[in-house]
């Protein structure tokens, strides 16, 4: 069984964990309202997605 010979550090330990990030959001925009929306998602208020209605926009 493999046992460390030596503790690891808490800078060797934290370069280590430099790369571990969470990814930006990349966000689209909606072709009938311009909105922010998440790419590839059906957009919330408008109910569309690629130019065809999915459901019905929620009326307030």
């Known amino acids: 069984?493999?046992?460390?010979?030596?503790?690891?550090?808490?800078?060797?330990?934290?370069?280590?964990?430099?790369?571990?990030?969470?990814?930006?959001?990349?966000?689209?925009?909606c072709s009938t309202t311009g909105d922010p929306t998440l790419r590839h998602r059906v957009c919330p208020t408008s109910g569309m997605y690629r130019g065809k209605e999915v459901f019905e926009p929620p009326s307030e």
Do not use: E, F
């Open 1 to 29: 069984m493999a046992v460390p010979k030596k503790r690891v550090s808490k800078q060797r330990k934290r370069k280590r964990r430099t790369h571990y990030k969470a990814a930006k959001v990349t966000l689209g925009s």
